[in-house]
């Protein structure tokens, strides 16, 4: 069964960092397409970043370039979020996705992906 999860979320104040790891299990991450979300109370979901499949091509929304960075650890089937100079506004419940279909791109819209994990929470407060 295909499954992503989450972890790494949790309390941090304005400026410092978080990593957020998403795992996978019964596929390989290295295959699909795998992007991170958030979404705060009252807002609707927003696409962060994402990393093409069998790539190293990233993309990155306009509010986090420069602060945050996506990568993939093959070996260990996961993909990892680095987030540094965190601000309030960074606060919500991060999910990745998986898009299973082969594309030129990675996608920030979250209708384009098919496997979701359960969120981790990012509060980014004094």
């Known amino acids: 069964q295909l499954q992503l999860a989450e972890s790494g979320g949790g309390l941090v104040q304005p400026g410092g960092s978080l990593r957020l790891s998403c795992a996978a299990s019964g596929f390989t991450l290295n295959d699909y397409a795998i992007g991170w979300f958030r979404q705060a109370p009252g807002k609707e979901r927003e696409g962060v970043s994402c990393?093409?499949?069998?790539?190293?091509?990233?993309n990155y929304a306009d509010s986090v370039k420069g602060r945050f960075t996506i990568s993939r650890d093959s070996a260990k089937n996961t993909v990892y979020l680095q987030m540094d100079s965190l601000k309030p506004e960074d606060t919500g419940v991060y999910y990745c996705?998986?898009?299973?279909?082969?594309?030129?791109?990675?996608?920030?819209?979250?209708?384009?992906?098919?496997?979701w994990g359960q969120g981790t929470q990012v509060t980014v407060s004094t």
């Open positions: 990393i093409r499949r069998n790539s190293g091509i990233t």
């Open positions: 996705a998986a898009d299973r279909f082969s594309r030129p791109y990675c996608s920030l819209s979250g209708t384009t992906y098919d496997y």
